[in-house]
T-cell receptor, first 118, second 114 residues
Framework: AQKITQTQPGMFVQEKEAVTLDCTYD???????LFWYKQPSSGEMIFLIY??????QNATEGRYSLNFQKARKSANLVISASQLGDSAMYFC???????????????FGKGTMLLVSP | DTGVSQNPRHKITKRGQNVTFRCDPI?????LYWYRQTLGQGPEFLTY????????KSRLLSDRFSAERPKGSFSTLEIQRTEQGDSAMYLC????????????FGEGSRLTVL
């Protein structure tokens, strides 16, 4: 079974509108972390936001917020007030184990391509 | 620039040739990761170093692949006898102690095998 599932291959949004990118995850660990990265056409992976499994409040970073629903194992990214520069691939990723676990690599989903139109 | 640096950015080679990629992590980061990303997919883990020790290798890392981090600083990823299926973006990432576990990625090295 896939550990990270992103069911939306592509999403379209108009500039200044909000958009939600879906992510569900699968783990038996109690301690884990969820990440969202942005990958523009240049190829670099840019970290956007992090949510720890024990964090009670949803994470927010500027226009980005993470809608964390632990019981549903979902960690959706919400981008408010979309901008043309938000057009990119977006990847959801998970770290299993605590943040100081020795291994702590990230497992990525297949991504969602977001296109923002004027 | 103190981010993760990868060289070369692009490499075109003929099938059967050997290629080597280099990664210079953020200087204070002791953990270094290699990922592979094919078109339309997310990055897939290849291998992980803590300082100079290679602590984990994915099943994706066939015998033709070898990675080193000799002094716990930069790392190299070598692919011997390249095959067309090796064509991909090879991403390097690093992280330090503590924090959220966020990985800092380089811009990647794109390999095309003809």
């Amino acid at each position: 079974a896939q550990k990270i599932t992103q069911t939306q291959p592509g999403m379209f949004v108009q500039e200044k509108e909000a958009v939600t990118l879906d992510c569900t995850y699968d783990t038996s660990d109690q301690s884990y972390g969820l990440f969202w990265y942005k990958q523009p056409s240049s190829g670099e992976m840019i970290f956007l936001i992090y949510q720890g499994s024990y964090d009670e409040q949803n994470a927010t970073e500027g226009r980005y917020s993470l809608n964390f629903q632990k019981a549903r194992k979902s960690a959706n990214l919400v981008i408010s007030a979309s901008q043309l520069g938000d057009s990119a691939m977006y990847f959801c990723a998970m770290r299993e184990g605590g943040r100081n676990s020795g291994y702590s690599t990230l497992t990525f989903g297949k991504g969602t391509m977001l296109l923002v139109s004027p | 620039d103190t981010g993760v640096s990868q060289n070369p950015r692009h490499k075109i080679t003929k099938r059967g040739q050997n290629v080597t990629f280099r990664c210079d992590p953020i200087s204070e980061h002791n953990r270094l990761y290699w990922y592979r990303q094919t078109l339309g997919q997310g990055p897939e883990f290849l291998t992980y170093f803590q300082n100079e020790a290679q602590l984990e290798k994915s099943r994706l890392l066939s015998d033709r692949f070898s990675a080193e981090r000799p002094k716990g600083s930069f790392s190299t990823l070598e692919i011997q006898r390249t095959e067309q299926g090796d064509s991909a973006m090879y991403l390097c990432a690093s992280r330090g102690q503590g924090g959220t576990g966020e990985l800092f990625f380089g811009e990647g090295s794109r390999l095309t095998v003809l």
